[in-house]
């Protein structure tokens, strides 16, 4: 069963304008969510995470949304830049779970000039 | 530092043939993850390791697959009678015991199996 969905495989936006990448959960356990990024023939890289006692964390252009009562989370980056062009992973993990991040399928992010 | 370390980049074998990984995590940390990833789809847990004590294995670990780490440091997988299902990314990430604590990814070794 997929407990961290990405139902968008794909999004694309113009340069500049707000880019929003949705994610749902569905373990009432998760209590960490993170988003990564990832180029291809890399690594994920950290990007941003939330912890369940907040409802909204932000670095610099990136925000992160929490909603629990909806299990969703969402990604927001403004403004959005070409350099953003990438396949965003959003992740969750459990106290007391051993550490790992359970992942969702990805969402490729294409940033027009 | 200098970052989660994973040799080869690129691996191309035949069906049948063994192969192995090496990870080299962050120094520090104690905790270390392998993942896989496959095309269209996020990483999935294989398994992890505190020091050398290898504490949970995912389902998706046949037992064909074996991952150790000897002395805490660095991490092995191998893959016996590798078939073409096997073809993927395999990541390896790092972090410390502490709670809420992000993993730190390798490159990855991506396996094309002929």
């Known amino acids: 069963d997929q407990q961290v969905k990405q139902n968008s495989p794909s999004l694309s936006v113009q340069e500049g304008r707000i880019s929003i990448l949705n994610c749902d959960y569905t373990n009432s356990m998760f209590d960490y969510f993170l988003w990564y990024k990832k180029y291809p023939a890399e690594g994920p890289t950290f990007l941003i995470s939330?912890?369940?006692?907040?409802d909204k964390n932000e670095d610099g252009r990136f925000t992160v949304f929490l909603n629990k009562s909806a299990k969703h989370l969402s990604l927001h980056i403004v403004p959005s830049q070409p350099g953003d062009s990438a396949v965003y992973f959003c992740a969750a993990s459990a106290t007391g779970n051993t550490g790992k991040l359970i992942f969702g399928q990805g969402t490729t992010l294409q940033v027009k000039p | 530092d200098t970052g989660v370390s994973q040799d080869p980049r690129h691996k191309i074998t035949k069906r049948g043939q063994n192969v192995t990984f090496r990870c080299d995590p962050i120094s520090e940390h104690n905790r270390l993850y392998w993942y896989r990833q496959t095309l269209g789809q996020g990483p999935e847990f294989l398994t992890y390791f505190q020091n050398e004590a290898q504490l949970e294995k995912s389902r998706l670990l046949s037992d064909r697959f074996s991952a150790e780490r000897p002395k805490g440091s660095f991490s092995t997988l191998e893959i016996q009678r590798t078939e073409q299902g096997d073809s993927a990314m395999y990541l390896c990430?790092?972090?410390?015991?502490?709670?809420?604590?992000?993993?730190?990814f390798g490159s990855g070794t991506q396996l094309s199996v002929l």
């Open positions: 990430a790092s972090r410390t015991t502490g709670s809420n604590e992000k993993l730190f």
């Open positions: 939330i912890s369940s006692i907040k």
